[in-house]
């Protein structure tokens, strides 16, 4: 038996970083030593940058204006968010009823799924409109990624295909599911386009792919994919899978773009859209996925019964309310003003090169170079990987480095901020880009000795999913 999977068959719920693993370390045993057992360094495992009270977080494309929700969110008098104790009523703002705890939620959630298809169907006047019965709703997105793997894949004999670079959820769901992954990367001269022709290619050379994950816009490109593409692979003449959308960022672009109401007319479309970005509500973990009723159905029949709280529910109905989605165009507008403010002035910064993608979501994807002039300069993983570090390490500004997917070399991820995080960030990165070319004077790009600490060091910043 491989030593590994021995191992892993004596520890088989203990993840090397937590309590458990700690509990489950022979007597006397070191927690360094028991990593090391297993293959592991402490020092070398992936840590994130988190907020201290001060850094500026624009690493994970959060809603940096805050909740899309007014100061009374549920139109109840209060301004906490939280309904009188055992005021109940049957309309949708009745806000978070805390003597109602006690009870479990309402496993079909048909108010907050009437509450969304009316925003949605606003947006497509005159189309046929979405239903309750078209959706599933989830802890995040994420719950409803990996739903469609363990509805429409066999554990060990299906397929998921992907379009690098895209979120690395999706890899990670399938992994989990025993599901290999097939990458038809995206074009990367051609604005990160999808190659729809090269993705039919490879359904009709492997059946066994039941589903294609789509990003759009696209994680960490920003730019929405092209109808037309999506059209010619949903119109693929024999295969037998589904095609999924994930529209996370959808709200930053034109409401034109998105493909919800597609799902109407294919049958094997599945469109994911979430709150946590435009409505500024990570926190409450509310996504949604439009289909086809079947698809629905059997998305639904599949989850945990109450898999949506009843805070959560109940805030995420508030915020579809004409009120608080007046909030939410409000920050969204703020967002679109700073993004295009932080295109302008990013891309004059001396050792800035090209924007990579597009300009479709609440964060821009660009180009570090390997130096601030000069014919020579290209872009630079090295000093990507420097100013990424020095930014978060020591001046609290933490943004993502990107520069081991496909198509990105040298670039660093950027969330769109406030108008003030934005004010510091430029400031910041055009002090640490001016040092690290000082200190590269010397010798920025690395020598053989320090590759193997810089591919730990790429694969650190690397390894962060979001």
Not at 256 to 280: E, R
Request: hydrophobic fraction near 35%; include cysteine.
């Amino acid at each position: 038996m491989h030593e590994t999977q021995r191992k892993f068959d004596q520890f088989k719920l203990a993840a090397p970083d937590s309590d458990t693993a700690r509990r489950m370390s022979a007597p006397g045993q070191t927690y360094d030593e028991y990593l090391a057992w297993w293959g592991y360094d402490r020092k070398k495992l992936s840590s994130d940058y988190k907020d201290d009270g001060h850094n500026i977080l624009l690493d994970a494309n959060e809603n940096a204006y805050g909740p899309g929700l007014a100061p009374d969110p549920f139109g109840n008098g209060s301004t906490n968010g939280v309904a009188v104790n055992g005021s109940r009523n049957d309309t949708p703002e009745q806000g978070i009823d805390i003597l109602g705890l006690n009870r479990y939620p309402d496993p079909h959630q048909y108010a907050l799924k009437q509450r969304f298809c009316d925003y949605r169907n606003s947006q497509n006047p005159g189309g046929n409109g979405l239903r309750p019965v078209n959706l599933f709703v989830g802890v995040g997105s994420d719950e409803a990624i990996d739903a469609v793997l363990r509805c429409f894949c066999r554990p060990g004999q299906d397929k998921l295909l992907t379009c690098p670079p895209t979120y690395g959820m999706y890899a990670v769901s399938a992994h989990v599911n025993d599901v290999a992954v097939i990458h038809v990367p995206l074009d990367v001269d051609d604005g990160f386009a999808l190659r729809a022709s090269e993705i039919n290619s490879k359904l009709t050379a492997e059946p066994n792919i039941k589903a294609v994950y789509i990003c759009s816009p696209g994680n960490p490109t920003g730019s929405v994919v092209s109808k037309p593409a999506v059209k010619q692979i949903l119109s693929h003449p024999t295969w037998n899978g589904v095609v999924v959308i994930d529209e996370a960022y959808i709200d930053f672009a034109a409401p034109s773009d998105s493909f919800a109401q597609w799902v109407l007319d294919h049958p094997n479309l599945i469109v994911m859209q979430t709150l946590s970005k435009a409505f500024g509500l990570a926190g409450i973990r509310l996504g949604v996925a439009m289909t086809s009723v079947p698809i629905a159905r059997l998305m639904n029949n599949l989850k945990a019964p109450y898999n949506i709280s009843s805070p959560t529910s109940a805030l995420a109905t508030a915020a579809l309310s004409a009120e608080n989605l007046a909030v939410m165009h409000e920050h969204r507008a703020a967002i679109l003003a700073q993004r295009d403010r932080l295109l302008n002035e990013l891309l004059a910064i001396p050792g800035i090169g090209r924007l990579r993608g597009g300009t479709d979501a609440n964060y821009l994807l660009v180009e570090v170079l390997s130096a601030p002039s000069g014919s020579g300069k290209r872009p630079s993983n090295e000093v990507a990987l420097r100013v990424y570090e020095t930014l978060a390490g020591r001046r609290g500004v933490v943004v993502r480095f990107r520069g081991k997917e496909f198509g990105c070399q040298g670039c660093l991820r950027v969330t769109v901020g406030t108008e003030r995080e934005v004010d510091r960030f430029l400031r910041e990165i055009k002090d640490v880009l001016k040092e690290v070319y000082d200190e590269g004077s010397r010798s920025v790009e690395v020598n053989g000795r320090d590759e193997e600490e810089l591919e730990r060091r790429e694969k650190s910043a690397s390894d962060v999913v979001a």
